[in-house]
């Protein structure tokens, strides 16, 4: 029952922001090469870091659906090139019986010969999806999107939380799809086919429509969506000024692509718009009196973390810039890919994270691993019989019923009290 | 605090009101227990407390309630959110974030606290209620009776003047349900805090009320008062009232320490007569589990367990939350497939049989019993099951006519109360009275009446020669019914033998009349009155 030492200055793992940025340099160094060793080099720094600092959490089990993802999008295009793809000229490996197509579908062929260059392009092209797509799914497993969210300024707050909700939608949906099955099979009928089919769909809608509206009433008894009475005038100054702004950014932004069609560029509507919007916000802001708890504090290792991603893509960006070659594989002549250092040097700092994050605490009991269908996540109906919990059990005695009681939870200083009281009430 | 003033409440739709010119009026600092019936519209009283009802379920409110001075009529839930503190019936359904110490911050957020006192309100809660050790963890990973502290804890942080609970222990093993019962107490007694709660296992919670307000249901009005007082007139009463009814004990002990004060003349009555023994159960065998293990990841659910089930027998499968005991249910219904090991039903492996198959061999109730529900009403329920499993029309309806009399069959199951829902579900698994019957949690928002006659069909269908099989953290039920006792921690089997040798040992699992005549085994009142009744007692 020791308490684990806390991290310095209340550091719960490093901030989210700090790891999607990272991510987000990852991910864009990807889509810079085609070159198969730079992209599996990303790859493998990025899974590296994830392995070095991902926690039992259950989203820490996204980056293997990702991988998973990727490596299915590396099938699907060799496999659509085999069938359909573009005909590069080259070394034939297989000749597939071709069927002839109207001429309206001339764009279009079907089978025909299959070369090595081909093949071997749409590899290339579907590996750097994939690697994309890990950067994401990285980013997924070191910060849970929740942590994310509450980074977010109050006013959009309220939006991102509906947002989040309506994302969880999906992963409950595949539970009460399992809880569903093994009921009908209690029941005797069938799971399998059309018939099992229709007969799942409305009581999977059902219950997870039932869930939402339990979410829906929970948060609202919890005080979501609190408003604290505002001036009409600034209420309405602060809709007419977000609105005015948006307006404006739009007219400039089309004055930036169309040249000569507004004065200066348009570059000064967009800034007039962005202010605007600005301080449409600050004011909407006012109306809602949330506050963070504990907020991620950004430190030398978010800097550092952060910049270690931005040199990656920036050593991939130079190399484009000063034209060094390798960055891109040509299947033309078809030679082994070279590794040009500049890129690879740049991809390598990605690794920093590795060492200078901090560990997250990890959670004393084990979380598990492997596919829970019972527990599920936490506002989820539970699916029939499945272990009734996991992890631990209910430390027996943990409180101390008898003897001296610790500090009361009733927020000892009056100064804070009052004032929440008064602010909160709409009076 | 909480004053009702004549306040009726009609459901969309629903012919009658639900709740009828309601007056009630909780002091502050008091710890009030709603009981009543199944269906009686204790959950619909409770979430009028904060106005859910009816800013949430809409339907038709009349009269006023105020809480701390404040009307339902004109502040909406959000805007009592720092003066009611309101925990559902299923926490998890309730979850906002994702990890333990966001879900207890959540509130205050909402509330606009400033950083430096959410973080000090965290940290007490974490020490009041248990939780720091469980700070960081995902709240997907945490069991039953840690969700329902963390819910408790993620209500309290906001200092609500009142906390209104559903069915809080109900889910729970009985060592957890005292931590939580004893935590709210504490609350009470040293923080002034009001609390209502309503609960069907009034053994659990009588001893900590103070107040009892009885919701008779079918728009009769409320008795409130002291708990002695209300409990003697009440339809619903735990067996230590029953015991001091049988003993014509005054005031009635709400206590096991109350009644054993009052005990020594009964124990004298008794002495020299000792409970029947029960007639030993020779089926054949049923089901057997030979050393089944579970793992999900690095969790082991179940290791290495065998047990066999005869025909005959009702084996009550006890144990913490997170023991392992759905698991093993799951693995007898074959809905799951043991990590290693085998599970046989009839000699055959469940989780191979067609589903029409299985249903004819293996019936579970599980412990979510709504999910076996999908029809339009409760008539239509009934009749698509007679259909799917070849019985006479009507089958299915006789048998919760007997579980739970009066159900309105033309109602949405998704609009009857957990108690009712369940019910429907025991008839529906147990109309076509499979050789093997699994229940999980059987009686979770049964009133006691219904649970008195569910006992009464399991036994007939133990004695027609039927195994069953029940996990379940309700030890009057187990004392009731139950022939056989298999105890499971960490997924072990840890103890088994007859039931009677089990749980009298337990101080956690013994149940009210055992641990008030202790050390003789008396289980439940009823064989009390037998043997004062004189009547022949066998062995």
């Known amino acids: ?427 | 605090m909480i004053h009702f003033e004549q306040v009726s409440f009609t459901y969309d739709g629903a012919d009658r009101p639900t709740l009828d010119r309601v007056d009630l009026d909780v002091p502050e600092g008091e710890l009030c227990v709603v009981v009543g019936p199944t269906g009686s519209g204790k959950t619909t009283l409770l979430r009028a407390v904060n106005g859910l009802v009816p800013h949430f379920t809409g339907g038709r409110l009349s009269g006023e309630v105020t809480v701390d001075g404040r009307s339902t009529r004109e502040f909406p839930p959000r805007e009592l959110a720092d003066v009611v503190g309101m925990v559902g019936q299923n926490p998890a359904a309730s979850f906002v974030t994702d990890s333990v110490e966001d879900e207890l911050a959540y509130t205050m957020e909402n509330l606009g606290l400033e950083a430096t006192a959410m973080r000090r309100r965290v940290e007490d809660t974490l020490d009041l209620l248990g939780l720091h050790e469980l700070r960081d963890r995902p709240l997907a990973t945490l069991s039953g009776g840690q969700q329902q502290r963390v819910a408790i804890g993620a209500v309290l942080t906001a200092s609500p003047r009142v906390l209104v609970l559903d069915e809080p222990t109900s889910a729970l093993d009985p060592a957890a349900a005292e931590e939580v019962l004893a935590s709210l107490t504490r609350l009470v007694h040293d923080l002034g805090l009001t609390v209502l709660l309503a609960e069907h296992r009034l053994e659990r919670v009588l001893p900590f009320a103070d107040a009892v307000v009885l919701v008779p249901g079918r728009g009769a009005s409320l008795v409130v008062g002291p708990a002695a007082e209300v409990m003697a007139g009440s339809p619903v009463a735990p067996p230590l009232i029953e015991l001091g009814r049988l003993a014509g004990w005054d005031p009635l002990p709400l206590s096991v320490r109350d009644a054993r004060r009052q005990a020594d003349a009964l124990r004298l009555r008794l002495d020299g007569v000792r409970p029947p023994a029960p007639a030993p159960v020779t089926g054949p065998r049923r089901a057997s589990a030979a050393s089944v293990s579970v793992r999900y990841g690095d969790v082991t659910a179940l290791d290495r367990v065998s047990m066999t089930v005869d025909a005959g027998e009702i084996v009550a499968v006890m144990g913490r939350n997170g023991s392992g005991k759905s698991t093993l249910l799951a693995q007898f219904a074959g809905v799951r497939t043991p990590t290693s090991g085998s599970v046989l039903v009839d000699d055959v492996d469940p989780a191979g049989l067609a589903p029409r198959d299985l249903v004819a061999r293996v019936g579970l109730v599980p412990q979510d019993a709504g999910v076996l529900l999908y029809g339009e009403s409760v008539g239509e329920e009934c009749s698509s099951a007679d259909r799917d499993t070849g019985l006479a029309p009507g089958t299915t309806a006789t048998v919760l006519e007997r579980v739970l009399p009066g159900m309105d069959p033309d109602r949405h199951p998704r609009d009857l109360s957990e108690g009712q829902r369940l019910a429907l579900a025991l008839a529906v698994i147990l109309a076509p009275a499979p050789p093997l019957l699994l229940l999980d949690e059987p009686t979770r928002g049964l009133d006691y009446p219904a649970k008195a006659r569910l006992v009464s069909l399991l036994s007939e269908l133990a004695a027609d020669g039927h195994a069953v099989v029940m996990a379940t953290h309700d030890v009057e039920l187990v004392a009731q019914v139950a022939t056989r006792a298999v105890v499971l921690a960490e997924g072990e089997v840890v103890g088994d033998g007859p039931a009677r040798d089990v749980v009298c040992h337990s101080p956690v699992f013994a149940p009210q009349v055992a641990k008030v005549l202790s050390p003789d085994p008396w289980l439940t009142v009823d064989e009390v009155r037998t043997a004062l009744l004189g009547e022949p007692v066998r062995g």
Do not use: K
């Not at chain 1, 493998?44 to 996204?62: E, I, L």
């Not at chain 1, 590996?127 to 994401?136: Q, T």
């Open chain 1, 1 to 427: 029952m020791s308490r684990r030492p806390s991290a310095p200055s209340g550091r719960r793992g490093l901030h989210p922001g700090a790891w999607w940025l990272w991510a987000a340099c990852m991910a864009g160094a990807a889509s810079r090469t085609t070159n198969p060793i730079l992209l599996l080099l990303i790859g493998g720094v990025v899974a590296f870091v994830v392995a070095a600092r991902r926690t039992d959490a259950p989203w820490s089990r996204s980056l293997v659906v990702f991988l998973r993802l990727g490596l299915a999008v590396i099938v699907l295009r060799m496999v659509l090139v085999v069938l359909f793809g573009n005909r590069l000229p080259g070394h034939v490996l297989f000749t597939l019986p071709h069927v002839p197509l109207p001429s309206w579908a001339r764009g279009v062929s079907i089978g025909g010969p299959v070369t090595a260059e081909s093949l071997l392009q749409a590899f290339v092209q579907g590996l750097r999806l994939a690697v994309v797509l890990l950067c994401f799914g990285a980013a997924n497993s070191l910060a849970s999107p929740y942590r994310l969210l509450r980074c977010l300024p109050a006013v959009l707050y309220e939006a991102g939380v509906a947002i989040t909700v309506s994302l969880a939608f999906a992963p409950e949906l595949v539970i009460s799809i399992a809880a569903v099955r093994d009921a009908r099979r209690l029941r005797g009928r069938t799971v399998r086919g059309f018939a099992g089919l229709r007969g799942m769909a409305v009581p999977v809608l059902e219950s997870a429509l039932d869930r939402s509206l339990q979410l829906a009433s929970s948060m609202d008894a919890r005080g979501y969506g609190r408003r604290i009475p505002v001036a009409r005038g600034v209420r309405r100054w602060a809709t007419g000024g977000t609105v005015t702004g948006l307006l404006l950014v739009v007219g400039g932004i089309y004055g930036v692509l169309v040249a000569g069609s507004l004065p200066g560029g348009g570059i000064p509507f967009v800034a007039l718009g962005a202010v605007l919007v600005g301080v449409g916000l600050a004011a909407g802001g006012r109306r809602t009196n949330r506050t963070r708890y504990r907020p991620d504090p950004w430190g030398t290792p978010e800097w550092l973390v952060s910049c270690s991603g931005v040199v990656a893509v920036g050593a991939l960006v130079a190399c484009g810039i000063l034209g060094i070659a390798g960055l891109q594989f040509s299947v033309y002549p078809l030679t082994l890919p070279t590794l040009p250092l500049l890129a690879a040097g740049g991809i390598l700092v990605g690794l920093l994270p590795a060492v200078v994050a901090p560990m997250e605490r990890r959670s004393a009991a084990p979380a598990s691993d492997g596919p829970r269908p019972d527990d599920g996540p936490g506002r989820g109906n539970r699916p029939l019989a499945a272990p009734e919990a996991t992890g631990g059990t209910v430390p027996a005695a943990t409180l101390p019923v008898v003897g001296p009681a610790p500090e009361p939870a009733v927020d000892p200083d009056p100064a804070v009290f009052p004032a929440v009281r008064t602010r909160g009430r709409a009076a």
